[in-house]
């Protein structure tokens, strides 16, 4: 191609193919004979083999043998090996930074991590130096930048030092949380702080770390749960109990569990994650919502409730549905059967068989006359009448009339309708842009969407111009990091959004792209792929020291003559489309094409 002589590509011993925006390097052909592989974090593998785990590096060398009972993967430049049940922990180049001779080994906080060995604790750096001996009966992980120690029956707490700041003389301690740590004294926990004052006397049976501004205490059998004053703000009732996240805690009680808010407010259930702040909560068999600080913010006396979604969620009671905002206000009465969530300021609802659209008011704007209806994107919707579907917009006008067997919602200005057992798109006036010809069709993604004709798939662009052609079996519905993975004959690659087969098919299994790489099996072998865009060094003309291969694009358009330059620009910058480029006619077509000069230089 014309600007080859500026393309960088990967040097031997590596093979690479430039396919399109990407350059495809063979790292290392399938070879390796491992029984499980794992992404790359900071250069380096987990890999396994008949239950043994060792490294490799991104060549495919095994940089630490398959000879570990198991690891973890590298964090900090370090990971933890163990092996005949003793620890130690590598570095990247996979020397054995710290010898697996530890009974037990923590994780790295605040810099130092605890091991043991022979029964006697001690710290250690992330050079693997011994920076407090194995010289304690026992030993907990730095907090606070503190560390509790026993030593001859005794528990104190020492510095990064290993100065003994709070002496030996409790017989059990934690690590410092929120100023304070539990001590044990005659049987009996209470807390102090780090000049060592005792500012919550012992007595309790077993006392947990502060979190969130209390702590669970164990007394007569029970938990409940103090603030750092001492005030009981959690009678002792529970029979487990741990700290507070989110201004929740998670309770055991006659052998069920729950949760209570820093009030001792009882909850069956609450929702697995937190949506516009709030979570969904279950009280005696009835829904509200608390926020992040555990406050309950609409109270439990719903049959039901979803989450939120652009300011207000769908709530259930006596077999109807409204809709609360975050405040707890009811701001839609309860009087429908089904409900959607808001999209663009409406929310399909459902009453007597028939659906229509609510503002946030509760003010019915498109009444309820159709037999099914979908959430607005891009300004349309979705609806159903008769057993065909078309689209209204927010004022409820049909826009594209009922006359589709199938249809999804509209995605970067098309949307896929079926008729006839075909699928085409059309735009958001109804016009049918790109005929119904396909078996199956997909949302647009990234400008192109997945296309199914005669049992195979490909990608079309909007023109309906089959970018990647219907050849293959599968395909992902969307693309990542432009590229999509495709699988032919039983056998999977990846195609870039050109429909250049970058990966060929040839692959029994692949894994997802981690750090520029990605793994490869073939006959049960693993090999090693890279996957980069394609840069083009050319100064610093567009402020760096490379170019992306878009910026490239254009100036092979330039060369091969698809943007028009006068004969005498053409003649001076000496590009008439030949197979050859200089660094300095491309930087010129670059500064001309982004404006940075307004013509080529003439040559003296």
Same mark, same amino acid.
Do not use: H
């Given at each position: =191609?014309?600007?080859?002589?500026? =393309?960088?590509?990967?040097?031997?011993?590596?093979?690479?193919?430039?396919?399109?925006?990407?350059?495809?390097?063979?790292?290392?052909?399938?070879?390796?004979?491992?029984?499980?592989?794992?992404?790359?974090?900071?250069?380096?593998?987990?890999?396994?083999?008949?239950?043994?785990?060792?490294?490799?590096?991104?060549?495919?060398?095994?940089?630490?043998?398959?000879?570990?009972?198991?690891?973890? #993967?590298?964090?900090?430049?370090?990971?933890?090996?163990?092996?005949?049940?003793?620890?130690?922990?590598?570095?990247?180049?996979?020397?054995?930074?710290?010898?697996?001779?530890?009974?037990?080994?923590?994780?790295?906080?605040?810099?130092?991590?605890?091991?043991?060995?022979?029964?006697?604790?001690?710290?250690?750096?992330?050079?693997?130096? !011994?920076?407090?001996?194995?010289?304690?009966?026992?030993?907990?992980?730095?907090?606070?930048?503190?560390?509790?120690?026993?030593?001859?029956?005794?528990?104190?707490?020492?510095?990064?030092?290993?100065?003994?700041?709070?002496?030996?003389?409790?017989?059990?301690?934690?690590?410092?949380?929120?100023?304070?740590?539990?001590?044990?004294?005659?049987?009996?926990?209470?807390? !102090?702080?780090?000049?060592?004052?005792?500012?919550?006397?012992?007595?309790?049976?077993?006392?947990?770390?502060?979190?969130?501004?209390?702590?669970?205490?164990?007394?007569?059998?029970?938990?409940?749960?103090?603030?750092?004053?001492?005030?009981?703000?959690?009678?002792?009732?529970?029979?487990?109990?741990?700290?507070?996240?989110?201004?929740?805690?998670?309770?055991?009680?006659?052998?069920?569990?729950?949760?209570?808010?820093?009030?001792?407010?009882?909850?069956?259930?609450?929702?697995?994650?937190?949506?516009?702040?709030?979570?969904?909560?279950?009280?005696?068999?009835?829904?509200?919502?608390?926020?992040?600080?555990?406050?309950?913010?609409?109270?439990?006396?719903?049959?039901?409730?979803?989450?939120?979604?652009?300011?207000?969620?769908?709530?259930?009671?006596?077999?109807?549905?409204?809709?609360?905002?975050?405040?707890?206000?009811?701001?839609?009465?309860?009087?429908?059967?089904?409900?959607?969530?808001?999209?663009?300021?409406?929310?399909?609802?459902?009453?007597?068989?028939?659906?229509?659209? !609510?503002?946030?008011?509760?003010?019915?704007?498109?009444?309820?006359?159709?037999?099914?209806?979908?959430?607005? #994107?891009?300004?349309?919707?979705?609806?159903?009448?008769?057993?065909?579907?078309?689209?209204?917009?927010?004022?409820?006008?049909?826009?594209?009339?009922?006359?589709?067997?199938?249809?999804?919602?509209?995605?970067?200005?098309?949307?896929?309708?079926?008729?006839?057992?075909?699928?085409?798109?059309?735009?958001?006036?109804?016009?049918?842009?790109?005929?119904?010809?396909?078996?199956?069709?997909?949302?647009?993604?990234?400008?192109?969407?997945?296309?199914?004709?005669?049992?195979?798939?490909?990608?079309?662009?909007?023109?309906?111009?089959?970018?990647?052609?219907?050849?293959?079996?599968?395909?992902?519905?969307?693309? #990542?990091?432009?590229?999509?993975?495709?699988?032919?004959?039983?056998?999977?690659?990846?195609?870039?959004?050109?429909?250049?087969?970058?990966?060929?098919?040839?692959?029994?299994?692949?894994?997802?792209?981690?750090?520029?790489?990605?793994?490869?099996?073939?006959?049960?072998?693993?090999?090693?792929?890279?996957?980069?865009?394609?840069?083009?060094?050319?100064?610093?003309?567009?402020?760096?020291?490379?170019?992306?291969?878009?910026?490239?694009?254009?100036?092979?358009?330039?060369?091969?003559?698809?943007?028009?330059?006068?004969?005498?620009?053409?003649?001076?910058?000496?590009?008439?489309?030949?197979?050859?480029?200089?660094?300095?006619?491309?930087?010129?077509?670059?500064?001309?094409?982004?404006?940075?000069?307004?013509?080529?230089?003439?040559?003296?």
């Amino acid at each position: =191609m014309a600007v080859a002589a500026v =393309m960088v590509l990967a040097a031997a011993p590596f093979s690479a193919v430039a396919a399109g925006e990407y350059v495809v390097t063979v790292v290392l052909e399938p070879s390796l004979e491992f029984d499980s592989v794992f992404g790359f974090s900071e250069g380096l593998a987990l890999v396994e083999k008949d239950g043994k785990y060792g490294f490799v590096d991104k060549t495919g060398k095994l940089v630490l043998p398959c000879e570990y009972n198991f690891a973890w #993967s590298f964090s900090e430049g370090l990971a933890w090996v163990w092996k005949d049940y003793k620890w130690g922990f590598v570095d990247k180049t996979g020397a054995l930074v710290l010898p697996c001779e530890y009974d037990y080994a923590g994780d790295f906080s605040e810099g130092l991590a605890v091991v043991e060995r022979d029964g006697k604790w001690g710290y250690i750096d992330k050079t693997g130096a !011994i920076v407090l001996p194995c010289e304690y009966n026992a030993a907990g992980n730095f907090s606070e930048g503190l560390a509790w120690v026993r030593k001859d029956g005794k528990y104190g707490f020492i510095d990064k030092t290993g100065t003994l700041v709070l002496p030996r003389e409790y017989d059990g301690a934690g690590g410092f949380s929120e100023g304070l740590a539990a001590v044990e004294k005659d049987g009996k926990l209470g807390y !102090i702080d780090k000049t060592g004052a005792l500012v919550l006397p012992c007595e309790y049976d077993f006392a947990r770390s502060f979190s969130e501004g209390l702590a669970a205490v164990w007394k007569d059998g029970k938990y409940g749960f103090i603030d750092k004053t001492g005030t009981l703000v959690v009678s002792c009732e529970y029979d487990d109990a741990f700290g507070f996240s989110e201004g929740l805690a998670r309770v055991r009680k006659d052998d069920k569990w729950g949760y209570i808010d820093k009030t001792g407010c009882e909850y069956d259930y609450v929702g697995s994650y937190f949506s516009e702040g709030l979570a969904q909560i279950e009280k005696d068999g009835k829904y509200g919502f608390v926020n992040k600080t555990g406050q309950l913010v609409v109270p439990c006396e719903y049959d039901n409730a979803w989450y939120f979604s652009e300011g207000l969620a769908a709530v259930e009671k006596d077999g109807k549905y409204g809709f609360v905002d975050n405040t707890g206000q009811l701001v839609v009465p309860c009087e429908y059967d089904w409900p959607g969530s808001f999209s663009e300021g409406l929310a399909w609802v459902r009453k007597d068989g028939k659906y229509g659209f !609510i503002d946030k008011t509760g003010t019915l704007v498109i009444p309820c006359e159709y037999d099914g209806a979908e959430a607005f #994107s891009e300004g349309l919707a979705v609806v159903r009448k008769d057993g065909k579907y078309g689209f209204i917009d927010k004022t409820g006008t049909l826009v594209v009339p009922c006359e589709y067997d199938n249809a999804w919602s509209f995605s970067e200005g098309l949307a896929a309708v079926e008729k006839d057992g075909k699928w085409g798109y059309i735009d958001k006036t109804g016009n049918l842009v790109l005929p119904c010809e396909y078996d199956g069709a997909w949302y647009f993604s990234e400008g192109l969407a997945a296309v199914r004709k005669d049992g195979k798939w490909g990608y079309i662009d909007k023109t309906g111009n089959l970018v990647v052609p219907c050849e293959y079996d599968s395909v992902g519905y969307y693309f #990542s990091e432009g590229l999509a993975v495709v699988k032919k004959d039983g056998k999977w690659g990846f195609v870039d959004k050109s429909g250049n087969l970058v990966v060929p098919c040839e692959y029994d299994l692949t894994q997802t792209l981690s750090e520029g790489l990605i793994w490869v099996e073939k006959d049960g072998k693993w090999g090693i792929l890279s996957i980069v865009r394609r840069l083009i060094p050319l100064g610093c003309v567009s402020g760096g020291d490379q170019l992306s291969i878009t910026d490239a694009r254009l100036v092979l358009q330039y060369l091969v003559g698809k943007i028009t330059l006068t004969e005498e620009e053409l003649d001076i910058a000496n590009v008439s489309g030949g197979e050859n480029v200089s660094i300095t006619d491309a930087r010129l077509i670059l500064q001309k094409l982004v404006g940075k000069i307004e013509n080529f230089p003439r040559e003296n």
